[in-house]
């Protein structure tokens, strides 16, 4: 969708209180009204706690339907409201995109016995024990369920990996041993081999986890009428079942279901060779400008904000690359904290929201606040949606010329009267700098549609304009 944006409903500290589909049915308008062309919601299946984000998943064909694990609700409400709020953002032309999580299980309802091996937790190539069995929690057989969506019951031999072993009270990581066993090759060689993260890791080389796979991710698209996933984890998952399973589903579904990938690595090469490695089938989040972003945000004057795209995805892949600023693992106090400083994070959004490549994603705590506070930049939020709507049409011409002061301008398009926008961003002291917006539009006069500048800006005969910035702040003037 052109000028699309994607905005991530959710963010670590919610409260447990089962309303938040309830929430997005409500603000389905809201949505609408602001130019979210698509949503991505948290993992809506029963985790191992009701209070679980999701990412502890359980049973992913249980939306919120059966009493398992103590609760029939999810964190988020229930399966009824899930549907009804999908239903009513469909109406208003909003797509939906589910979390899923396929990476690993936890909470099982048995434990088993089965051989390992303890490998070193920094290196998981580096077996640090002969084989020995250990009693883990392997079978899950979902009772509350009873086999309705799907029969299919997980035993230690669908799994690849657990850290836990119940018969010593012990943890790590073990590795099961057995037939076929072994950490999958196609990951990321982080810590050696990366297939294993956490919980029990699924082993994407059985046949029989494969297809349930393939199954549960056709039903529950076709049970929400989802238009797409994002794709956790993925790069401790084996690559050649992520584009089997995208293959599947764009075949059952056809090509524009839409698929998103979380490779949570500040390694450019890497992300080129996952996209290569995938046919370029999916986009991935833009993790190396949202570091970009963390940096220059921390060093202030003393980061050079010419480099500000560099080795940032939307720079190597456009088309495959959503940009953001922050999300739920780099909010403050999670695994991934890498939080965007306040300060610099309006300009953060005023160049993923305007400039014209990428695939921009706006983060729930950022526009809604975290853990009950409200957002200090849901105002200029609101404004800058406005505008990548109304006024950032057309070429872009960058400016990105001095270490303190960046900017670029749209052009705008005939078929969207009005737009163009000259943006500028600073870092440090009052800056100002010439821009060319076009000849055409000799003698308009701009203003920073933000209110961070009170000047006027009158284009002069050659399309020049002489626009400002206060010191580390970021303006965006529009005729």
């Not at 990996?161 to 999958?184: H, L, M, R, V």
């Not at 010439?434 to 284009?459: F, N, S, Y």
Request: aromatic share 12%; glycine share 8%; charged share 30%.
């Amino acid at each position: 969708m052109k000028n699309g944006v994607l905005m991530q409903y959710f963010e670590w500290e919610l409260p447990n209180t089962g309303d938040l589909w309830k929430k997005l049915e409500a603000d389905a308008e809201h949505l609408t009204e602001l130019g979210i062309s698509a949503v991505w919601i948290p993992p809506a299946y029963k985790a191992q706690e009701q209070d679980d984000v999701g990412y502890a998943c359980y049973d992913l064909y249980d939306l919120g339907e059966f009493d398992q694990k103590g609760t029939i609700r999810t964190k988020y409400g229930t399966r009824g409201e899930l549907v009804r709020a999908i239903d009513r953002l469909h109406e208003h032309g909003i797509c939906v995109y589910l979390d899923a999580v396929m990476n690993h299980k936890a909470g099982a309802d048995e434990k088993e016995r089965f051989a390992v091996r303890k490998v070193d937790e920094n290196n998981r190539d580096d077996e640090i024990s002969d084989t020995y069995e250990i009693e883990g929690w392997t079978r899950f057989s979902f009772p509350g369920r009873k086999g309705k969506y799907s029969d299919f019951t997980w035993h230690w031999y669908h799994f690849t990996g657990t850290d836990y072993d119940a018969a010593s009270d012990d943890s790590g990581i073990y590795k099961i041993q057995g037939e076929g066993k072994e950490w999958s090759k196609k990951v990321d060689e982080e810590n050696g081999n990366y297939d294993y993260l956490m919980c029990a890791n699924i082993d994407y080389h059985h046949p029989e986890v494969i297809e349930e796979m393939k199954h549960w991710g056709i039903w529950v698209a076709r049970e929400l009428k989802l238009d797409g996933f994002r794709l956790d984890a993925i790069k401790h998952i084996n690559t050649d079942f992520i584009r089997d399973f995208i293959r599947t589903m764009k075949t059952t579904f056809g090509e524009q279901f839409y698929f998103v990938g979380e490779y949570w690595k500040d390694a450019p090469d890497d992300l080129d060779a996952y996209l290569a490695a995938e046919d370029y089938a999916l986009d991935l989040f833009d993790v190396s400008l949202h570091y970009n972003f963390a940096a220059a945000s921390e060093l202030g004057i003393q980061y050079d904000l010419r480099q500000l795209m560099d080795g940032a995805l939307v720079s190597t892949h456009p088309a495959l690359s959503v940009t953001f600023v922050d999300n739920h693992d780099s909010q403050p106090g999670q695994s991934l904290e890498s939080t965007v400083a306040d300060w610099f994070k309006p300009a953060a959004y005023a160049l993923i929201l305007l400039m014209e490549k990428g695939y921009p994603c706006v983060f729930y705590g950022d526009y809604y606040g975290i853990g009950g506070q409200p957002s200090v930049h849901r105002q200029t939020l609101d404004i800058l949606l406005k505008l990548r709507s109304t006024k950032a049409h057309g070429q872009q011409d960058n400016y990105f010329d001095a270490p303190g002061c960046v900017g670029f301008v749209r052009r705008g398009r005939e078929e969207h009267p009005g737009s163009g926008l000259a943006l500028l961003i600073s870092n440090g002291e009052d800056a100002e700098k010439q821009m060319h917006v076009g000849k055409e539009r000799a003698g308009e006069v701009w203003k920073d549609a933000l209110h961070t500048c009170p000047d006027e800006v009158t284009i002069d005969e050659d399309g020049n304009g002489l626009f400002r910035v206060p010191a580390g702040k970021v303006a965006v003037y529009t005729a």
